[in-house]
T-cell receptor, first 114, second 118 residues
Framework: DAKTTQPTSMDCAEGRAANLPCNHS???????VYWYRQIHSQGPQYIIH???NNETNEMASLIITEDRKSSTLILPHATLRDTAVYYC???????????????FGAGTRLTVKP | EAQVTQNPRYLITVTGKKLTVTCSQN?????MSWYRQDPGLGLRQIYY???????DKGDVPEGYKVSRKEKRNFPLILESPSPNQTSLYFC?????????????????FGPGTRLTVL
């Protein structure tokens, strides 16, 4: 699986958009970009994933560059409850024969401030 | 409500006293997995299971056992706990796509079990 690079920490004002970058310059054509977050020692929570198109769901948007070497997770209106560690993970899509483990790195610690 | 449950949530024990951490999911997922999380080391996979009676080692299996007798349950067993197994443990589950189909899926994580071995 491709390696990812994320900033160690970021701050964001409450109500503003939080833009979390991730570099994955060695990503392969069959690898997806996944985002999870972990709120203060709770179990990690899935946010969104994508292959090459931009994706949006009720939690966030994922913007993947055309060359797929980097991506940005966008929380459009950050709240205090979005304070968490955000993990960008690149891996092939899980299949019935795969070990579906997620390789969590250090992530980005996002602090949303009032 | 779809969920993964773990028990106990907190446990303090002594070296050598066998313990079991239970994990149960109500989503009929084939795949289940155990992770441990330690400061500076991130989440590391201990064991995983692709289906009933099918288990395999992850990255850090030493000192642990698992079983998968039922689809919904995947207990983690520490036969003789040691202080270096003091950690935060997470169970996770997900569906697996059968041959001929494709898709991406998410892993659902339990709330965690904080284990201290004295």
């Amino acid at each position: 699986d491709a390696k990812t690079t994320q900033p160690t920490s970021m701050d964001c004002a409450e109500g503003r958009a939080a833009n979390l970058p991730c570099n994955h310059s060695t990503i392969s054509g069959n690898e997806y970009v996944y985002w999870y977050r972990q709120i203060h020692s709770q179990g990690p929570q899935y946010i969104i994933h994508g292959l090459k198109n931009n994706e949006t769901n009720e939690m966030a948007s994922l913007i993947i560059t055309e060359d797929r070497k980097s991506s940005t997770l966008i929380l459009p209106h950050a709240t205090l409850r979005d304070t968490a560690v955000y993990y960008c993970i690149v891996r092939v899509a899980p299949r019935w024969y795969n070990n579906n483990d997620m390789r969590f790195g250090a992530g980005t610690r996002l602090t949303v401030k009032p | 409500e779809a969920q993964v449950t773990q028990n106990p949530r907190y446990l303090i024990t002594v070296t050598g006293k066998k313990l079991t951490v239970t994990c149960s999911q109500n989503m009929n997922h084939e795949y289940m997995s155990w992770y441990r999380q330690d400061p500076g080391l991130g989440l590391r996979q201990i064991y995983y299971s692709m289906n009933v009676e099918v288990t395999d080692k992850g990255d850090v299996p030493e000192g642990y056992k698992v079983s998968r007798k039922e689809k919904r349950n995947f207990p983690l067993i520490l036969e003789s706990p040691s202080p270096n197994q003091t950690s935060l443990y997470f169970c996770a589950s997900s569906s697996l796509y059968p041959p001929g189909t494709s898709g991406t899926n998410e892993q659902f994580f339990g709330p965690g079990t904080r284990l201290t071995v004295l």
